[in-house]
């Protein structure tokens, strides 16, 4: 009814003329009153008027409408009121053989009251219809997206219905009181007499204010109700928006998107932090004016629920700590208070950083229990809550922490240091505007892993992709799945791939194939492996099949071997990558000499090798490896001048002249150096194969000099 609310407060100031154009004699003002509530609920705009096939629903809502105004006239106690509310009623059956004329008549005096009120209130919003299917059987509209009034907007309206109440409350009880005081002055302490037609009038009048003031002070109850409601499911919406914000940063680590703007979160912290304000200010006016009822009590326990969760939810991590960290090395975090605007001026905030096992974690969250056990020993573990005027954020930066020692729980079995998680856990006490105490708010960051020693770090990070790639939204920290089905492991591998070699080139079926074929050491099975679950063991924790490696540290070298040396051939789709032996010998066994395609090594972390059919000892053609190439050796020169310089390769798969696809990366020749040394190059020379059974040639790269 806020659109009603608020024209009545213009209507004093508009002339008789435009109000008769506004309500014509066949929807007169009562109307517009009395049903104004219901009116403002439904779709008219849904109609099309010109479509006779909704006419059975414009004539439900005719015969509602009616209906609805009968009801009223027989329960109001004023004579003159009910034969009024009577007479209106049956003036509508105007519309009886026409319901649609109702329809764009009611339509075209919502779209009149915007416009009025546009001009007015310049502040007003424009008329939008609600977002609502056509018009059901029973003359209602389907639910629109926003039923429930989980919009921000319609709660602020919401409020705005409850003030405007209020503020008729106090009209009419003025109203009242001067009307009673009138009665008094003229019949003094005697009784009206019931023969004087002006005491009468007196009289039903004040039967009329006091029957209004009863009817808006349960409406002013009601819609304090219903706006609790609304703030709840409202609320409710932003934590899992904050929570879903958190879920998304954590995933972000295996490279799925994350908009990591924070803004329209506070915005909507702010907005509700108002409404909830502004709703206590209404209750405690409401017990004022109506006495201490229960139901007053639990609405003043669920907004002071409301207030301590929406303040105690606010603070993130807007910038997360490495999520594996070496202890004695430098890092840094940020954590941004959403409410920092709204605190309350005086003390600075002094947000204080601990370090928390997976178990104090769990605690935390379960029991909410602050961990008094410190397991690491922080450096410059507290920072103050400060307010960026241009950016309208306040946040804790936390800009030379380090992690001098840390306490290991007892490991079980076969457990490894680094498969153990922790959390840096931020506290502080906030004081809010408006509030009389301050509140005890916390946070954690992602789980991380800590080191201290280099050597661990690749383990650590196995822990940190299983936890990001695995683990469930709400989960109780830590737990993440022992087996996920390999399907979930692609879009991991797929993912964390492209998002470290910043690349749009992703893992194709062929790649993936290949990887299953590896993890689960069946070189020879060509059945899908979707569904098969893969084991964190199987991932980091068992060496594959005749290697001293994990799956994992030969997936991160490959990775890293691309990222550093290989990014440019990777992203213009000239290296194959992940293939096994046997897809390779189907797809080069009938190609001719010197074909050959670049493959990831098997058996090396970090390498990448030349696959080339070249010919055999029997005059046929064989397949053959060159020595795989690793970063060491690709920043001594090139894969392109590589390439170029071994004679026996000459057409890239399927058939390309290898230098038309590789010229854009071979090197230029030096010119000679102006003090008058000579320049040389490396270059790279295959030797024939010493041993024919052998998979893998060797390669040495010659030093030629030009004189």
Known sequence: ?????????????????????????????????????????????????????????????????????????????????????????????VFQPQPM??????????????????????????????LAGPPAANGTPHPSREEGNTDVDNLVLKVLEIQNCRQTLHQLQEELNWEKQETESVSGPNELDPQHPDQVTRKSRIQQLEYNYSVC??????????????????????IHRIKSWRWEQHRATIGLHFDENLGPLQTWCEQLLGVNGNLRQ???LVKRDHGGAEQFHTLQDSLDGLLQTLIQSSLVVDKQPPQVIKTQSKFSTTVRYLLGEKMAPGKPVLLKAQIITEAQARNLGQQGVIPNENVGELLNSTAILEHNTSSKSTCATFRNM????????????????????????FTTEITITGCESPYGIQTITLPVVVIVHGSQEINA??????????????????????????????????????????????????????LAQKIFDQPDISEDFSNMPVSWAQFN????????????????????????????????????????????????????????????????????TIAYVGPSDNGGRKIQNIQPFTKKDLDSAGLGDRIRDINCITHVYPDLPKNDVFNKFFTVPSPPHPDGYLPFKLTTVVNPPTNPSGDDMDMETLEKFFW
Request: with cysteine; net charge neutral.
């Open 1 to 93: 009814m806020a659109l009603w609310e608020q024209i009545t407060c213009q209507l004093q100031y508009l002339p008789t003329q435009t109000l008769n154009e506004l309500y014509p004699d066949t929807f007169p003002l009562d109307i517009r009153h009395y049903l104004a509530n219901w009116i403002e609920e439904q779709a008219w705009e849904n109609f099309d008027v010109d479509n006779m096939d909704q006419e059975p629903q414009a004539r439900r809502l005719l015969d509602k409408m009616v209906l609805m105004l009968q009801e009223l006239a027989a329960h109001n106690p004023n004579v003159v009121e009910k034969v009024k509310l009577q007479h209106i009623s049956r003036n509508l059956s």
């Open 101 to 130: 004329q109702l329809v764009r008549t009611v339509r075209d005096i919502l779209r009149k009251e915007r416009h009025l009120l546009g001009q007015c209130m310049p502040n007003f919003p424009p008329y939008q219809p609600m």
């Open 217 to 238: 002070a349960k409406k002013r109850v009601q819609l304090l109700q219903e706006a609790l409601c609304a703030l709840e499911q409202c609320q409710s919406c932003l």
């Open 282 to 284: 209404e209750l405690m």
């Open 402 to 425: 380090s992690i001098r020692k840390i306490k290991r729980a007892d490991r079980k079995g076969s457990e490894s240091v680094t498969e153990e998680k922790f959390a840096l856990l």
């Open 461 to 514: 990070m196995a822990t940190v992709i299983w936890d990001c790639a695995f683990s469930e939204p709400n989960r109780i920290p830590f737990v993440v799945p022992e087996r996920v089905p390999w399907k979930q492991m692609c879009d991991a591998l797929s993912s964390k791939f492209m998002s470290e070699v910043q690349t749009r080139r992703g893992l194709d079926r062929y790649n993936l194939h290949f």
């Open 541 to 608: 924790k068992e060496v594959l099949p005749g290697r001293n490696f994990t799956f994992w540290q030969w997936f991160e070298g490959v990775m890293e071997l691309t990222k550093k040396c290989l990014k440019d051939y990777w992203s213009e789709g000239l290296i194959f990558g992940f293939i096994g032996k046997q897809h390779l010998h189907v797809i080069l066994q009938n190609k001719p000499n010197g074909t050959f395609l670049l493959r990831f090594s098997d058996s090396e972390i970090g390498g990448i």
